[in-house]
């Protein structure tokens, strides 16, 4: 009997995947119509009591190309729940934004990752926005609530030595394992994307909203944020699973191509290095140094 090729599988599998998820415009279309209908009765708020690490509304002042960026999140961390809570303000130059990454922590498998983005400028500045649900005090994560208005939208605005520390140094149960990819794109549609974020976190600073589990969650709510450049990557089933964001952007030629997709996230996983950077001022650059060899395998 013939075998099927790894090459036929793979195949396979993207065209059961095409039907199961058909038409996925649509069918955010309709999930979106279906969720404002079960939440006309409630409203969105920024006055309720808070989880500590959500309290705090990030915005930010455009003048040009600056951009001073307020309630930069950067907390002490002693272990994932116990922490000095810190902020700080930062002007950026969008004129010397030099890169766009995205990083992708996994928990439960290869299937789903929570993705976000750091914003890198020139002299080893970056700036983090991962985006979350603002729980309130005595509030636990529920996927299945999360598809009725049960959380609000919040933008997490912060140093990477907290928003990637945190999960690479801290988060034990269970472990996360973070994979950061330079994405590849023009810098002007990274200067784009960077005004299109803090207009958002402005916006939601004077009128909040919902977190949705499907339709506005932490990768969908990247990929809409990306429309705002005229060449954004198309609405993918992979982006419902979120774990396979970073492989739809290497078949769309947005990471570096020049190694095999396996081989490039083995390089991208950064947890070691984070752990041995900890708190050093240079944590970002010593995260994203010598990437010859790998450090451990993929999701699983």
Same mark, same amino acid.
């Given at each position: 009997m013939v075998q099927p090729t790894r090459g036929t599988a793979e195949a396979g599998r993207e065209r059961m995947m095409g039907r199961v998820v058909k038409r996925p415009a649509i069918i955010m279309a309709a999930l979106m119509v279906f969720v404002s209908g079960c939440s006309i009765f409630i409203r969105p708020s920024n006055d309720r009591q808070w989880q500590s690490d959500v309290a705090i509304l990030a915005y930010a002042d455009i003048d040009g190309d600056l951009v001073t960026v307020h309630n930069i999140r950067n907390f002490d961390y002693r272990n994932e729940t116990d922490y000095t809570p810190a902020y700080y303000d930062k002007t950026f130059d969008l004129s010397r934004l030099e890169s766009v990454d995205l990083a992708a922590a996994y928990w439960m498998g290869p299937k789903i990752a929570h993705t976000f983005v750091s914003f890198g400028f020139g002299g080893g500045d970056y700036l983090a926005v991962s985006i979350e649900t603002r729980k309130e005090v005595g509030e636990a994560y529920s996927t299945f609530k999360?598809?009725?208005?049960?959380?609000?939208?919040?933008?997490?605005?912060?140093?990477?030595?907290?928003?990637? &520390?945190l999960r690479t140094n801290y988060r034990k149960d269970p472990p996360e394992q973070v994979y950061l990819y330079r994405v *590849?794109?023009?810098i002007e549609n990274g200067r784009r994307l960077f005004l299109e974020y803090m207009r958002r976190i402005n916006s939601l600073k004077e009128q909040p909203e919902f977190?949705?589990?499907?339709?506005?969650?932490?990768?969908?709510?990247?990929?809409?944020?990306?429309?705002?450049n005229d060449d954004h990557l198309p609405f993918s089933w992979k982006l419902l699973f979120s774990g396979y964001v970073p492989q739809y952007l290497y078949e769309q030629e947005r990471l570096d191509t020049s190694l095999p997709f396996d081989e490039l996230q083995? &390089?991208?996983?950064?947890?070691?290095?984070?752990?041995?950077?900890?708190?050093?001022?240079?944590?970002?650059e *010593?995260?994203?140094?010598?990437t010859d060899t790998a450090e451990s395998e993929p999701p699983h």
């Amino acid at each position: 009997m013939v075998q099927p090729t790894r090459g036929t599988a793979e195949a396979g599998r993207e065209r059961m995947m095409g039907r199961v998820v058909k038409r996925p415009a649509i069918i955010m279309a309709a999930l979106m119509v279906f969720v404002s209908g079960c939440s006309i009765f409630i409203r969105p708020s920024n006055d309720r009591q808070w989880q500590s690490d959500v309290a705090i509304l990030a915005y930010a002042d455009i003048d040009g190309d600056l951009v001073t960026v307020h309630n930069i999140r950067n907390f002490d961390y002693r272990n994932e729940t116990d922490y000095t809570p810190a902020y700080y303000d930062k002007t950026f130059d969008l004129s010397r934004l030099e890169s766009v990454d995205l990083a992708a922590a996994y928990w439960m498998g290869p299937k789903i990752a929570h993705t976000f983005v750091s914003f890198g400028f020139g002299g080893g500045d970056y700036l983090a926005v991962s985006i979350e649900t603002r729980k309130e005090v005595g509030e636990a994560y529920s996927t299945f609530k999360g598809f009725f208005g049960k959380y609000e939208l919040y933008y997490v605005v912060a140093d990477e030595r907290d928003v990637i &520390r945190l999960r690479t140094n801290y988060r034990k149960d269970p472990p996360e394992q973070v994979y950061l990819y330079r994405v *590849r794109a023009a810098i002007e549609n990274g200067r784009r994307l960077f005004l299109e974020y803090m207009r958002r976190i402005n916006s939601l600073k004077e009128q909040p909203e919902f977190y949705n589990t499907l339709t506005t969650n932490c990768t969908t709510t990247i990929w809409k944020n990306t429309r705002i450049n005229d060449d954004h990557l198309p609405f993918s089933w992979k982006l419902l699973f979120s774990g396979y964001v970073p492989q739809y952007l290497y078949e769309q030629e947005r990471l570096d191509t020049s190694l095999p997709f396996d081989e490039l996230q083995k &390089r991208s996983l950064i947890n070691e290095r984070a752990r041995a950077a900890d708190t050093a001022a240079d944590f970002s650059e *010593r995260i994203r140094g010598n990437t010859d060899t790998a450090e451990s395998e993929p999701p699983h």
